[in-house]
T-cell receptor
Framework: QKEVEQDPGPLSVPEGAIVSLNCTYS??????FMWYRQYSRKGPELLMY????GNKEDGRFTAQVDKSSKYISLFIRDSQPSDSATYLC????????????FGTGTRLKVLA | GAGVSQSPSNKVTEKGKDVELRCDPI?????LYWYRQRLGQGLEFLIYFQGNSAPDKSGLPSDRFSAERTGESVSTLTIQRTQQEDSAVYLC??????????????FGEGSRLTVL
């Protein structure tokens, strides 16, 4: 079993839809959770990070962590074609570490 | 430039040849990372540098892989006697990891390696 599982997609949605992207993990020690966005043939860029449980909102994006279920989500409201990318979750035991475990990424297509 | 720069962006080589991939991190970033990204797979950690030292080389897949960093700046990932399974995108990232505080990972655009 992989430490972090992520549905590879692709996920296709119409413009304006609410998108839910998810990761599950097996290591209960993970406390620092990140979402990266990767456009085609580009490097990943940090979108959001959260520490421990709860929600964090940034514009159209909301990151949610449920440690009891070992489940994290990224919600995108009012999705735009420019949101079309691969979204990778990443996590680590602490924030002061170099070792992040990445999911495989979910490819998202937002159709105009 | 202000970002992480990697070269070459694309490399096609024949099985058995050696390749060198270069990474120029963001100036002042103390930590440098190499990851491998295969199609349909997550980012696979290869090696991490703090300054010019590599405290963790555990992710290097075999002794054909090596990496160095000089001047707390440029890093080179070398793959000797390349095999077809080495085909992947090799991503470099840098950050301000210092005193236990992790900064955001800034990634380059990657070096796409194809071994024929």
């Amino acid at each position: 079993q992989k430490e972090v599982e992520q549905d590879p997609g692709p996920l296709s949605v119409p413009e304006g839809a609410i998108v839910s992207l998810n990761c599950t993990y097996s290591n209960s020690a993970f406390q620092y959770f990140m979402w990266y966005r990767q456009y085609s043939r580009k490097g990943p860029e940090l979108l959001m990070y959260t520490y421990s449980s709860g929600n964090k909102e940034d514009g159209r994006f909301t990151a949610q962590v449920d440690k009891s279920s070992k489940y994290i989500s990224l919600f995108i409201r009012d999705s735009q074609p420019s949101d079309s990318a691969t979204y990778l979750c990443a996590m680590s035991v602490t924030s002061g570490t170099y070792k992040y475990i990445f999911g495989t990424g979910t490819r998202l297509k937002v159709l105009a | 430039g202000a970002g992480v720069s990697q070269s070459p962006s694309n490399k096609v080589t024949e099985k058995g040849k050696d390749v060198e991939l270069r990474c120029d991190p963001i100036s002042g970033h103390t930590a440098l990372y190499w990851y491998r990204q295969r199609l349909g797979q997550g980012l696979e950690f290869l090696i991490y540098f703090q300054g010019n030292s590599a405290p963790d080389k555990s992710g290097l897949p075999s002794d054909r892989f090596s990496a160095e960093r000089t001047g707390e700046s440029v890093s080179t990932l070398t793959i000797q006697r390349t095999q077809q399974e080495d085909s992947a995108v090799y991503l470099c990232a840098s950050s301000l990891l210092d005193r236990g505080i992790t900064g955001e990972l800034f990634f380059g655009e990657g070096s796409r390696l194809t071994v024929l």
